[in-house]
């Protein structure tokens, strides 16, 4: 069982698929609630069992497949972005990617520039542009 198809069955199906302790132990309260928080009629119950972590997997599969009104809930998962200079200002200062998010924050466009002149490699494509 994988942890959406908890979700499902908490949303949609209503099904109670926790027969045992096996799939108790494959209930992930955290993925589960992670994914019902990105619905306005969800996010308050998922938030509930969020602070409530200490209960069983059982106890809180339970509450959430009684409380949910039944709806088909589906949402892009959040993904962090790649600062497409990040790597650029890594390589010049030779420093973390964390750092580097920090030093991005403190360059203008002016020195943004300046940095990626010195550090172009050149190669088959130097100076040319796609047509």
């Known amino acids: 069982m994988n942890p959406f ?4 069955a908490v949303s949609y199906t209503k099904e109670d698929i926790m027969p045992d302790s096996l799939a108790e132990k494959a209930y992930n309260p955290y993925l ?3 994914s ?16 409530r972590y200490h209960l069983d997997h059982r106890l809180q599969f339970q509450f959430l497949i009684n409380t949910l009104r039944q709806r088909k809930r589906f949402s892009k ?19 973390s990617s964390k750092r580097a998010e920090e030093y991005l924050s403190l360059l203008d466009d002016n020195s943004l520039l300046n940095l990626k002149q010195k550090m172009d490699k050149g190669g088959i494509n130097h100076g040319r542009t796609k047509e």
């Not at 198809?5 to 499902?8: E, L």
């Not at 998962?77 to 420093?95: A, P, R, T």
């Open 5 to 8: 198809d908890f979700v499902s």
């Open 32 to 34: 589960t609630n992670k």
């Open 36 to 51: 019902l928080s990105y619905h306005q009629d969800s996010v308050l119950f998922a938030n509930e069992m969020n602070s």
């Open 77 to 95: 998962w959040e993904k962090s972005e790649k600062l497409k200079d990040l790597d650029v200002v890594k390589e010049y200062y030779g420093c």
